[in-house]
């Protein structure tokens, strides 16, 4: 009988504690602590300013630094170094796969791939993509679309088609910061001058021009779009909304800085926000709130090292990778309880146990 009471005794306990965690993992803002770890020239980093993460379909995380292409497994670092003399340029930009697990860069040189046999990085048609690459997005069926300092570039079965926005290839139409492919083949294309949408069957562009009180704010950063909905990132004006049915632009959440260095979506509900300058900060676009915030903290474990947020990663685990200037890498090193949290306001399922 005593070893029957004490197996019910502690059942009944753990279902309370199963239920104070669910109680207060699904209040609005309420989260787990996360526990960050660094990366950086100590653990092997080759360049400590990291513009550009990725997280590819095996596993590996890729980081692109000031002078590198870096591939992480968790433990260990590999290093795939730029060549060339210009230091300058040879800042990663972009990150992408193509299928076969084939890793694609783009840097201020131009557009570059991963030998996996030989472990360099290939320039890809250089004598035609001599421009900086800023952006890239894979349509996931064989086709790359490449957002460089020169219009648009567009890499389907070997060839390479440039497209510009512009028939002024001066014009800072041409630089594309951000691209973004709707379902129903619509190209939407950020620029330092404009949004642009590119109709895929015909090529045919229509510009959108964010004019208030007749000043013309349209240099942007980054795009990520949910529903009907883009979000673009810009250098002095924070996020920026435009809605692709209406065509209007808006200004959106205001995250204490107006610096928009990263800007990334799950593409349902939750934006991933990296600022120069206030840290990092996800936002529900339901909500229409900055669910939480991560910010350097002098005093607090869970502190990220800087403010000065070059790159954001949620990677589809929920970890959160965070690359900064001159200080290398933040990710944490479990699942904080955000996103399972957070997922029940965008009708996600319930977190298991």
Same mark, same amino acid.
């Given at each position: 009988?005593?070893?029957?009471?004490?197996?019910?005794?502690?059942?009944?306990?753990?279902?309370?504690?199963?239920?104070?965690?669910?109680?207060?993992?699904?209040?609005?803002?309420?989260?787990?602590?996360? @526990?960050?770890?660094?990366?950086?020239?100590?653990?092997?980093?080759?360049?400590?300013?990291?513009?550009?993460?990725?997280?590819?379909?095996?596993?590996?995380?890729?980081?692109?630094?000031?002078?590198?292409?870096?591939?992480?497994?968790?433990?260990?670092?590999?290093?795939?170094?730029?060549?060339?003399?210009?230091?300058?340029?040879?800042?990663?930009?972009?990150?992408?796969?193509?299928?076969?697990?084939?890793?694609?860069?783009?840097?201020?040189?131009?557009?570059?791939?991963?030998?996996?046999?030989?472990?360099?990085?290939? =320039?890809?048609?250089?004598?035609?993509?001599?421009?900086?690459?800023?952006?890239?997005?894979?349509?996931?069926?064989?086709?790359?679309?490449?957002?460089?300092?020169?219009?648009?570039?567009?890499?389907?079965?070997?060839?390479?088609?440039?497209?510009?926005?512009?028939?002024?290839?001066?014009?800072?139409?041409?630089?594309?910061?951000?691209?973004?492919?709707?379902?129903?083949?619509?190209?939407?294309?950020?620029?330092?001058?404009?949004?642009?949408?590119?109709?895929?069957?015909?090529?045919?562009?229509? =510009?959108?021009?964010?004019?208030?009180?007749?000043?013309?704010?349209?240099?942007?950063?980054?795009?990520?779009?949910?529903?009907?909905?883009?979000?673009?990132?810009?250098?002095?004006?924070?996020?920026?909304?435009?809605?692709?049915?209406?065509?209007?632009?808006?200004?959106?959440?205001?995250?204490?800085?107006?610096?928009? /260095? /990263?800007?990334?979506?799950?593409?349902?509900?939750?934006?991933? @926000?990296?600022?120069?300058?206030?840290?990092?900060?996800?936002?529900?676009?339901?909500?229409?709130?900055?669910?939480?915030?991560?910010?350097?903290? =002098?005093?607090?474990?869970?502190?990220?090292?800087?403010?000065?947020?070059?790159?954001?990663? @949620?990677?589809?685990?929920?970890?959160?990778?965070?690359?900064?200037?001159?200080?290398?890498?933040?990710?944490?090193?479990?699942? /904080?309880?955000?996103?399972?949290?957070?997922?029940?306001?965008? /009708?996600?399922?319930?977190?298991?146990?």
């Amino acid at each position: 009988m005593y070893r029957n009471e004490r197996y019910h005794i502690v059942k009944n306990i753990s279902k309370y504690i199963i239920l104070l965690f669910l109680l207060f993992g699904f209040l609005p803002g309420y989260s787990l602590p996360s @526990v960050f770890r660094g990366l950086s020239v100590t653990e092997g980093l080759s360049d400590l300013v990291v513009n550009a993460l990725y997280k590819d379909s095996i596993g590996y995380v890729w980081i692109g630094t000031g002078n590198s292409l870096e591939r992480f497994d968790g433990t260990r670092l590999k290093h795939f170094l730029i060549s060339g003399a210009n230091e300058k340029i040879k800042r990663v930009n972009a990150i992408a796969e193509m299928e076969g697990n084939q890793i694609w860069m783009g840097n201020g040189m131009g557009l570059w791939r991963v030998n996996t046999e030989k472990d360099i990085l290939e =320039p890809i048609a250089a004598e035609t993509l001599h421009y900086g690459v800023r952006t890239l997005l894979p349509d996931g069926k064989g086709t790359l679309y490449i957002g460089s300092e020169a219009g648009l570039f567009i890499y389907k079965n070997g060839n390479l088609e440039q497209k510009l926005i512009d028939p002024n290839v001066l014009s800072a139409s041409n630089i594309i910061t951000g691209l973004s492919l709707s379902e129903d083949g619509i190209l939407w294309i950020a620029t330092n001058d404009g949004l642009y949408s590119l109709t895929l069957a015909d090529k045919k562009i229509v =510009p959108y021009h964010n004019i208030v009180e007749d000043k013309h704010f349209c240099s942007y950063n980054n795009i990520t779009r949910i529903g009907n909905v883009l979000y673009l990132g810009t250098m002095g004006q924070g996020i920026i909304s435009f809605d692709t049915q209406t065509h209007k632009f808006r200004p959106f959440i205001d995250v204490g800085c107006n610096v928009i /260095s /990263s800007l990334s979506g799950d593409g349902k509900d939750m934006l991933y @926000v990296g600022t120069d300058g206030n840290g990092v900060h996800f936002i529900s676009t339901k909500q229409m709130k900055v669910l939480r915030s991560l910010r350097h903290e =002098p005093g607090k474990d869970e502190s990220i090292r800087s403010n000065s947020v070059y790159s954001l990663l @949620v990677d589809r685990d929920g970890l959160i990778w965070i690359g900064f200037y001159q200080l290398g890498l933040d990710y944490s090193l479990y699942q /904080s309880g955000l996103f399972s949290t957070y997922s029940s306001f965008a /009708s996600s399922p319930m977190p298991s146990f």
